[in-house]
């Protein structure tokens, strides 16, 4: 199997799904991520079917105290919507107010609320999964966001916060209850991170629980894995993270070890170009390294080279160097195999 040219993805005719009132078409959605889901991994994200464009989590706090430096960081590109603005706090009144100015500044679609970052720094403050030590703090947040906004309000949550402390089934009916439109569920816990098996069986609970659409995320590194959620959980769409980004055409049903060489290098080079076009010259050649790492990882020619090739500070001799690697890897017929997520 060849996946060339997967992207741009046929545009679907019907709607897979609804948040509210809001017409989701397809049901693969690239997850949002901290320093990883920035406008150019979004607008390749939606290039090859993601349905939905997330952003990377904001805190409330800086959209009331740098508010220019979040409108600059999030303003709308017409190619992102449904654009999904993510909010993260522990203060029930603050994040109303940030999702009062998001949606007034600048129009999403839709804000949805992180409950699932395992950062401790984070948790300790009762942020990301730190909230969901406290359902009746959640009730609050979710009233009051769905009185004040005319956009609908989202969550993405985990498990719990470990084994003995998995309040999903409760969490599940808590923001339903109180106005939430979808629910995205990690199936980990915080204490968990990425590590271990996600349980699918908790979201099929979730699924059976709530009559609101809920995506599933977590394990998912293959077509075969998205087509499996959704048979076994019933999930409305499945939410694809670490696997993206190992395998951006993931998004568009493609396993790695089907991706051609000349299909790497056309989308590697348009990312360059993107990163660029938005950070500059040199900033977005520094921000892209993760990803080029990522692009070349499964090419013996590159991990020979790798330190060289990711310290290179000018875009003409960085592409050369990636034109190298890939033609070596043309030469010597390597076929990536499947990777884990790193």
């Not at 920035?38 to 952003?55: E, I, K, V």
């Not at 629910?183 to 996600?198: D, E, F, I, P, S």
């Not at 995320?217 to 959704?230: C, H, L, S, W």
């Not at 034109?323 to 076929?335: K, M, P, R």
Request: with cysteine; proline share 8%.
């Amino acid at each position: 199997m060849r996946c060339a040219r997967p992207w741009p993805r046929p545009k679907v005719s019907l709607p897979t799904f609804f948040v509210r009132d809001v017409p989701i078409y397809g049901d693969v959605v690239l997850a949002p991520m901290d320093g990883i889901t920035d406008p150019p991994f979004r607008a390749l994200g939606r290039l090859l079917g993601s349905a939905m464009a997330y952003t990377e989590f904001i805190h409330a706090v800086d959209v009331l105290q740098r508010p220019q430096w979040v409108w600059r960081r999030l303003r709308p590109r017409a190619w992102e919507a449904p654009l999904v603005v993510q909010l993260y706090g522990h203060t029930v009144s603050l994040l109303v107010e940030a999702a009062r100015r998001v949606q007034d500044q600048l129009g999403p679609a839709i804000i949805d609320i992180n409950m699932g970052c395992p950062d401790p720094s984070i948790v300790r403050r009762g942020a990301g999964a730190g909230m969901l030590r406290s359902p009746l703090k959640i009730a609050r947040l979710f009233r009051r966001l769905t009185q004040v906004l005319d956009v609908p309000v989202t969550a993405k949550i985990r498990l719990g916060l470990d084994e003995g402390c998995k309040p999903y089934r409760l969490i599940a009916r808590v923001l339903e209850e109180n106005g939430a439109a979808l629910l995205a569920v990690h199936a980990r816990t915080q204490a968990q991170g990425y590590r271990g098996q996600a349980d699918w069986e908790a979201i099929a609970e979730i699924v059976s629980l709530v009559r609101i659409p809920v995506l599933g995320n977590g394990d998912v590194r293959t077509p075969e894995d998205i087509a499996r959620m959704k048979r076994t959980t019933g999930v409305a769409g499945v939410m694809i993270g670490r696997g993206a980004l190992a395998n951006p055409w993931l998004l568009a049903r493609c396993p790695r070890d089907a991706v051609p060489i000349e299909e790497v290098r056309r989308v590697l080079r348009w990312h360059l170009r993107a990163n660029i076009q938005h950070y500059g010259p040199q900033r977005g050649l520094v921000l892209f390294r993760k990803f080029a790492a990522r692009y070349l990882a499964p090419y013996p020619a590159f991990q020979a080279r790798r330190r060289a090739l990711l310290t290179l500070e000018d875009p003409v001799s960085f592409l050369d160097a990636v034109d190298a690697v890939l033609a070596e890897a043309a030469a010597s017929g390597t076929t990536p195999g499947p990777r884990e997520p790193s």
